[in-house]
């Protein structure tokens, strides 16, 4: 029993001490607590500017990539919708309201949606962000159109819901990260504006 108090004495003293280690402050001989000289924080403004950058471009670019492949199943929608009309059934359900053609011209309108906001994405002026506004028109009104005519079903198909919101939602979803990289490209404009601001004291 004295045996196993002397080893939990001893224990506990051993881990009061690795307490204590870690509670030591950093002294001047320590390489992290030294200041970043000038040059030092140029470059490291300058690899997070290029790291900014290089996610921008990745993220745009996938969302770019979900637009086309959207854009290609609506091609692939008219496509069915003009050589065996009424042969998908997200289309069948609208066979006593719609006339062919307009199925296909509301899917064209979609596929310009998606147009735009890929130009949108993929335009490095500062009033990209208009293209994301111009694809919301025909989005809003693609989905005034849908609804109208879900909504004139006998009964409300939920598994066409994306017909009237998808467009506009590519859209909103392409502006709000648009905004995100906008708010980080702001950010790292402030540290260098902090770097800057620092040297001129």
Request: proline share 3%; net charge negative.
């Amino acid at each position: 029993m004295e045996k196993l108090a002397r080893r939990w004495r001893r224990t506990r003293r051993d881990d009061e001490d690795e307490d204590d280690d870690k509670l030591v402050l950093p002294t001047f001989e320590d390489i992290d607590s030294r200041p970043i000289d000038t040059q030092e924080q140029e470059e490291y403004v300058r690899s997070l500017e290029e790291a900014h950058a290089q996610q921008s471009r990745q993220w745009k670019r996938v969302f770019a990539v979900l637009l086309v492949c959207y854009g290609a199943f609506l091609f692939y929608s008219i496509f069915q919708q003009f050589m065996s009309p009424w042969e998908l059934r997200y289309h069948a359900y609208f066979m006593e309201d719609l006339n062919s053609w307009m199925v296909i011209s509301a899917e064209w309108i979609a596929i310009m949606a998606c147009c735009l906001s890929i130009v949108g994405l993929l335009d490095k002026k500062n009033d990209h962000r208009r293209w994301f506004l111009y694809s919301c028109l025909p989005g809003s009104a693609l989905t005034i159109f849908w609804l109208y005519y879900l909504l004139r079903l006998p009964k409300f198909r939920w598994d066409v819901i994306w017909l009237p919101f998808a467009p506009l939602c590519g859209a909103g979803i392409c502006l709000y990260v648009d905004h995100l990289l906008e708010e980080s490209s702001e950010e790292v404009k402030k540290l260098r504006n902090y770097m800057y601001a620092y040297k001129a004291r």
